[in-house]
């Protein structure tokens, strides 16, 4: 697609419920990004997939926390047993690749996120 | 200490003034980004620079690598800059996938 999208935008769940947040990006882009961006924090790290693998998990907060993508495409996070804290936006960015060479980097495009409420 | 600091934490401006914000960090990097954060909005990435200077319209963003900080500069702000501003790095080394984020800068340009 044109660009990375994200669904549902907002999602209200009661407390215990599991919820299902979707990432779709940009065609072609093997690198995805899960961030969560809690109320009055700054941006923080969840996991990240090169294809459908993901080498780095250190950020999802708890093992209620998951995610998985398929087909080098969609990826969904999943949050099982939510708690208030979980209450945030969830902003999943695509890029090209990870090369880290200096002048060779790729941009990241995020989404638009998915606003998270647990009453 | 966060890795990377954001400052002012909040800018207030009138319309036509020149703002500048800006971001230290402390890690080795290989890239900065600047990214603009609108109410209820996603994010969208302004800038991605690895050296010197980057021009996009009203907007300039400059890196010093040795002094581990970079600007981002709005000529002649208008009400719809009105954001939240933030830097964000990307580590250098084994953890170059990864974005380390300051807490953002929020802009408010009155007409």
């Known amino acids: 697609g044109a660009g990375v999208s994200q669904s549902p935008s907002n999602k209200v769940t009661e407390k215990g419920k599991d919820v299902e947040l979707r990432c779709d990006p940009i065609s072609g882009h093997t690198a995805l990004y899960w961030y969560r961006q809690s109320l009055g924090q700054g941006l923080e790290f969840l996991i990240y997939?090169?294809?459908?693998?993901?080498?780095?998990k250190s950020g999802l907060p708890s093992d209620r926390f998951s995610a998985e993508r398929t087909g080098g495409s969609v990826s969904t996070l999943t949050i099982q047993r939510t708690q208030q804290e979980d209450s945030a936006v969830y902003l999943c960015?695509?890029?090209?690749?990870?090369?880290?060479?200096?002048?060779?980097?790729?941009?990241?495009?995020f989404g638009s996120g998915t606003r998270l409420t647990v009453v | 200490k966060n890795e990377v600091e954001q400052s002012p934490q909040n800018l207030t401006a009138q319309e036509g003034e020149f703002i500048t914000i800006n971001c230290s960090y402390s890690v080795g990097i290989s890239a900065l980004h600047w990214l603009q954060q609108h109410p209820g909005g996603g994010i969208v990435s302004l800038f991605m620079l690895s050296s010197g200077k980057k021009k996009h319209g009203r907007l300039i963003a400059t890196i010093n690598i040795q002094e581990k900080h970079s600007s981002l500069h709005i000529t002649a702000s208008h009400p719809r800059d009105s954001a939240v501003y933030i830097c964000a790095v990307r580590h250098s080394g084994g953890s170059n996938y990864k974005l380390t984020f300051g807490k953002g800068t929020l802009l408010t340009v009155n007409p």
């Open positions: 997939f090169q294809g459908n693998s993901a080498p780095d």
């Open positions: 960015a695509s890029s090209l690749g990870q090369g880290a060479k200096w002048g060779l980097n790729y941009g990241y495009t």
